[in-house]
C-alpha cells in the first residue's frame, strides 16, 4: 500500500454503470519525509474521507476487494484512513 | 486510475479473435497540471469517447471489469470521461 | 497495452511444461514518436508474428486471456499486429 | 518479491472492516548492497515481524495469498523473516 | 516476462507455510546488450536453476501458474532457462 494524502476530486457522469455511486478522489502519494513524490493517483473512496486527509491506498486487483468497488473497473482504492505513522522512534504524522 | 487525454487511434485486423469489435485508442496520462506525463498508453474504449477528451483509465486486471472487455486480453480500459477535475480549490479541468 | 516492435526471440527447453509450443519473442515498446523507449519485454506470441512487426502488448493477468496463453505463467503477450497507428490527424505507423 | 527492512508502523481505526487486526507496518526495499533504494511501502504483515528485521515482501494479488491477508484489500505483504541472503559467494545479509 | 541472471539465494526459515519447501533465488534483469539493469528481485524457481544461469521471470499473478508456486504468496517465478537469445541477425547470448 502507499501512504497518500487526499488533493482532489474528479466527476464522471458518463461512465461503465457500475461506477455509479462511487466517489473518485485525487490522492499524491507521500515519501518517507511526508512529502509528495511522484505522480498523481485517482482512487476510489471505501471509507468516506474528506480533503487533506492522509490515507492508505491499495492498487491493482486489490482494489477490488472493498464492499464499494468489488467487481468494478477500479484500480486504486482508499481503504484506510491514517491516525498515526512512525518511522523508527519518530512520529512523522498524527492525526 | 489515472488522469488522461485521447490522442490517437490504432486499427489492428490480426488479432485475439476475443478481441473484434473493441476499440483501441492511444491515450496519455496527465500529470497535476494537466499537461502529458509519462509515456502513452493504449486503452480499449468502454464508454464511448472522441478525440481529446480527458478520460479516467484503469489498468491491470481491473481492465477486464467492464462489459466491453471482460475475459479479453486487454490490461487498460477508458471506464469514464472526465466533467470536472478539482485540486484543492482549483478547477483543474472542466469538460 | 504497449505499443511494441518484434526484435528478436527467445528459444528455451527447460521450462514448466504448460509452456511447450509457445513462442517467447523479444519485443521493444514504442514511444509516440515511434521510436524504442524503456528496456525489453519477453512476450508470448499469441497471434503469429514476423519480425520488426509493430503490434500490441498486453502485460500481467490479461496475458493470460488468450487461447494460447491461458492459466500459463505468462505475463506479457502479443495480441495484436497493427495496421494503422495514428496521432492526431499524423499517421504515425502504416503497415 | 523484494527484499525490504521494516522501519516503521501505520495505524488506521478508520478502514474497510475486513482489514481489522491486520497489521500494516512500513518497510523500505533494499538493493543488491543492502541500502534502502526507491520509496516506501506498507504492507500486511503475515508473519509477526519486529522493527528493523530484514523480510521478503510480496506484492500485487499475490499479497492476498496468505492466511492474514486472503480477499482484503492489500497490495503488498510481509510473507517471509530473511536468515540469510547470499550474493555469489559474498554474504549480504545474515540474521 | 523478463530476461534474468541468477545472482544469489535467499533463505527463510520463518515464513507463510504454504511457502515450505520453496526455493527463493536473487535474480538481476538483464537489458539489451545483457548487462544487468533496474534493481535485484526475489524470484521462486520453478524449474531447478544454477548460479549465473539466464531465465525468464514471469511476475504478478502469472507468477502463481506454475505447479510449484499454485496459491502462495509468490509475485514472481523463474519459469523457464534460457538457451538461446536472439536479436535481429545477432546471437545475445548462447548457453
Chains 1, 2, 3, 4, 5 share one sequence.
Do not use: C
Amino acid at each position: 500500500m502507499q501512504l497518500a494524502k487526499v488533493v482532489g476530486t474528479v466527476v464522471a457522469t458518463r461512465k461503465e454503470s457500475s461506477l455509479d455511486g462511487l466517489k473518485f478522489l485525487v490522492v499524491h502519494p507521500l515519501d518517507e519525509t511526508g512529502k509528495p513524490t511522484g505522480g498523481q493517483v485517482v482512487a476510489a473512496d471505501a471509507v468516506g474521507v474528506g480533503p487533506d486527509e492522509v490515507v492508505l491506498i491499495a492498487a491493482g486487483s486489490s482494489a477490488r476487494q472493498t464492499e464499494a468497488t468489488n467487481n468494478r473497473p477500479v484500480d486504486a482504492v482508499i481503504m484506510a484512513i491514517v491516525d498515526a505513522w512512525d518511522v523508527g522512534d519518530r512520529t512523522q504524522y498524527k492525526k
